[in-house]
């Protein structure tokens, strides 16, 4: 309860829950969880689920306990007997963190994307060269035109030219410019 008051006191909107739920509600955004010795992993694929800030509660540095905060990616860690002092630095700094990986996967995302659609010109352009017998280079022009023509992203119509090639490779058939088009 100390925990509880102490956090209404820092101006936040606390909720207790045990047992714990089936599923996190949307507006949790930070846990404050006991990870000592007691058998809590079958709550770990809900917190994935939910991914909020986690901060564990350990009374004692078990090897068990340990592993859980490890286990659970725990932003932050208070040790039992709490005390006020050192809540506040934890649960921004768990935000803070838990905020921080969330910029890092986004970026990841993003590069991957990034990545896919790279990989996805590449072969465009590869199997328009090869279909064609033009060159790397005037392969890569004839899509970036006909992308900036049709106002696409550069990988969309890539991956366009890559899907229609396989389905027609399905049917023996081949993909060619028009007349004129080279």
Same mark, same amino acid.
């Given at each position: 309860?100390?925990?509880?008051?102490? $956090?209404?006191?820092?101006?936040s909107d606390v909720t207790m829950a045990w047992p714990p739920p089936r599923d996190l509600p949307?507006?949790?955004?930070?846990?404050?969880?006991? $990870?000592?010795?007691?058998?809590?992993?079958?709550?770990?694929?809900?917190?994935?689920?939910?991914?909020?800030?986690?901060?564990?509660?350990?009374?004692?540095?078990?090897?068990? @306990? $340990? *592993?859980?905060?490890?286990?659970?990616?725990?932003?932050?860690?208070?040790? *039992?007997?709490?005390?006020? =002092?050192?809540?506040?630095?934890?649960?921004?700094?768990?935000?803070?963190?838990?905020?921080?990986?969330?910029?890092?996967?986004? &970026?990841?995302?993003?590069? !991957?994307?990034?990545?896919?659609?790279?990989?996805?010109?590449? *072969?465009?352009? &590869?199997? =328009?060269?090869? $279909?064609? &017998?033009i060159d790397d280079e005037a392969a890569y022009r004839l899509l970036r035109d006909r992308a900036?023509?049709?106002? =696409?992203?550069?990988? @969309?119509?890539? !991956? @366009?030219?890559?899907?229609?090639?396989?389905?027609? @490779?399905?049917?023996?058939?081949?993909?060619? =410019?028009?007349?004129?088009?080279?």
């Open positions: 309860m100390a925990l509880i008051d102490h $956090l209404r006191r820092l101006g949307p507006e949790i955004d930070t846990i404050f969880m006991q $990870l000592d010795d007691a058998a809590v992993g079958h709550l770990l694929p809900m917190i994935e689920d939910a991914a909020p800030a986690l901060i564990a509660i350990v009374t004692y540095e078990s090897p068990t @306990s $340990l *592993k859980a905060i490890v286990d659970f990616n725990a932003h932050g860690v208070i040790s *039992k007997p709490l005390r006020p =002092l050192g809540i506040l630095t934890q649960f921004v700094l768990a935000r803070y963190r838990h905020g921080y990986e969330g910029r890092l996967a986004a &970026k990841i995302r993003k590069l !991957e994307d990034t990545m896919k659609g790279r990989r996805a010109v590449e *072969k465009a352009t &590869k199997l =328009l060269a090869a $279909l064609n &017998k900036t023509a049709k106002r =696409l992203p550069l990988a @969309s119509v890539a !991956e @366009s030219i890559i899907s229609a090639h396989e389905a027609m @490779s399905g049917l023996g058939l081949r993909i060619s =410019l028009a007349e004129g088009d080279a």
